[in-house]
């Protein structure tokens, strides 16, 4: 048999006790996976580490998982805010599973004025972010932060969590001589919509205090494509990659 599917629980693990199951999440071990009682199972919380189980039906739609043994200890993501202006609905899943799997700690859409949608269903955001979990063995989810406007995140923003801002006219090309500069600690990366920022918007933004303008080099990129590039530089440099 293929190797355990893994789901995303909400309740605790411990190894002691059954943890019960979302009616989707039964739906799908039994009637997509085609598990039967006794099939293993791999659950994780986000806090406790990622367990081995066994499924137990009871019914034809409902199940649990048996909890047994840890199989790994928890381990946390490098604190990063992934910041973006959003896009179109099937891109917007895109750039969720993507930060997600890069191990970004936290989803913020920022609304822009060149932004193309302002409407974000954060719900879908999350199940993106959990489905991108799951099958990717990440443990833990990102949170998914509420829209708000540049301005707002700008305002309200912590001064001490050093923000990378993707700019074109950044005064140091060469992006990783940009980012080893910065000091460990909090970091935000923040995407701009696909008709760029406004002159005003990147204007303040590089009066912002503790922000780094970096570029992502010579050539054109759309908005999803250059988040997961800043990602991976981010990481490279700064994350849980060195």
Same mark, same amino acid.
């Given at each position: 048999?293929?190797?355990?599917?893994?789901? &995303?629980?909400?309740?605790?693990?411990?190894?002691?006790?059954?943890?019960?199951?979302? /009616?989707?999440?039964?739906? &799908?071990?039994?009637?997509?996976?085609?598990?039967?009682?006794?099939?293993?199972?791999?659950?994780?919380?986000?806090?406790?580490?990622?367990?081995?189980?066994?499924?137990?039906?009871?019914?034809?739609? $409902?199940?649990?998982?048996?909890?047994?043994?840890?199989?790994?200890? /928890?381990?946390?993501?490098? $604190?990063?805010? &992934?910041?973006?202006?959003?896009?179109k609905k099937a891109r917007l899943d895109f750039i969720a599973q993507k930060a997600t799997e890069l191990g970004a700690s936290e989803l913020?859409?920022?609304?822009?004025?060149?932004?193309?949608?302002?409407?974000?269903?954060t719900d879908r955001l999350r199940a993106n972010a959990v489905e991108a979990?799951?099958?990717?063995?990440?443990?833990?989810?990102? $949170?998914?932060?509420?829209?708000?406007?540049?301005?707002?995140?700008?305002?309200?923003? $912590?001064?001490?969590?050093t923000l990378v801002f993707c700019d074109e006219a950044a005064p140091v090309q060469d992006p990783i001589a940009a980012l080893k500069a910065v000091q460990p600690g909090p970091l935000a990366v923040l995407i701009g919509p696909e008709g760029g920022f406004s002159e005003e918007e990147a204007q303040a933004l590089r009066a912002s205090v503790n922000v780094v303008a970096i570029s992502l080099g010579p050539r054109v990129m759309r908005a999803d494509t250059a988040g997961i590039a800043a990602l991976t530089l981010i990481q490279a440099v700064l994350g849980d990659w060195t």
């Open positions: 048999m293929s190797k355990p599917p893994r789901l &995303y629980v909400d309740a605790p693990l411990s190894g002691a006790g059954p943890v019960p199951l979302a /009616q989707e999440q039964a739906h &799908y071990l039994l009637t997509v996976m085609r598990r039967s009682d006794g099939d293993a199972v791999l659950l994780f919380n986000g806090r406790d580490g990622e367990w081995l189980g066994e499924v137990r039906r009871r019914g034809k739609r $409902d199940a649990l998982v048996e909890v047994s043994a840890r199989t790994r200890e /928890q381990s946390s993501p490098v $604190d990063l805010h &992934y910041c973006f202006a959003p896009i913020h859409p920022v609304i822009t004025r060149h932004t193309i949608t302002e409407r974000v269903k979990a799951e099958q990717c063995g990440v443990l833990w989810v990102p $949170d998914v932060a509420e829209p708000v406007s540049l301005e707002g995140f700008l305002a309200d923003r $912590d001064p001490l969590r």
